[in-house]
């Protein structure tokens, strides 16, 4: 089961459509026992970070952080990537997942925010999110907090400054951009995700 976690903050109809179009059964849930069931968990977002408190007070953090334990493929999309990171700055008091330790800040001082619209990705050749997927291919942003490049970064967007577009770590993985807006790109992207077998 593929499970897509709905914390009132995410653009869940375009996903779930965009995931049927990639040949997925997707089953929208807030329920933690329905998250530990699941084969695949997506955590989709748009809006303000302090939205992922949601998933905190409801269990659903402590219910993702298991099965990731346990080696299922996970996908935070938009804010559901920046959720990955120890914090936001947008959000102090909110703590993230932290499976990365760095922390997500807005864009530098004198750049338009938010970044809204299509732009390019660097991609790593050896990421398993972009197999099949050309280098400088665009997707479409919409975002004014951005996470820092990592070790775990595998695709990069310059908007005034380097950031992370895309991070892998294990069956951890996440885009800042939205596959579900991004044509055939992010259909490919989603593909990957539900393709992707762990070893």
């Not at 499970?3 to 009132?8: F, G, I, L, R, S």
């Not at 760095?102 to 864009?107: G, K, N």
């Amino acid at each position: 089961m593929i499970a897509v976690v709905d914390y009132k903050a995410g653009n869940l109809t375009s996903v779930m459509k965009s995931l049927r179009a990639a040949g997925a059964d997707p089953q929208l849930t807030d329920d933690p026992a329905a998250v530990l069931r699941a084969d695949r968990i997506i955590l989709p977002g748009v809006g303000h970070f302090a939205a992922t408190k949601f998933l905190e007070e409801q269990g659903l953090k402590t219910a993702i952080r298991e099965r990731i334990a346990a080696g299922v493929p996970f996908l935070g999309i938009c804010v559901g990537l920046q959720w990955l990171f120890a914090g936001s700055t947008e959000a102090p008091g909110t703590p993230g997942l932290a499976a990365f330790p760095e922390t997500c800040d807005r864009f530098a001082p004198g750049k338009k925010v938010p970044h809204v619209g299509w732009n390019s990705l660097s991609i790593r050749p050896e990421s398993r999110l972009f197999a099949g997927i050309s280098n400088n291919s665009y997707v479409y942003f919409t975002h004014s907090w951005r996470a820092p490049v990592t070790n775990a970064t595998v695709a990069i967007t310059e908007y005034g400054e380097p950031f992370t577009a895309a991070v892998e770590r294990a069956n951890i993985m996440g885009v800042q951009f939205h596959p579900e807006k991004s044509a055939d790109t992010g259909l490919r992207v989603l593909k990957n995700f539900l393709e992707w077998r762990p070893c």
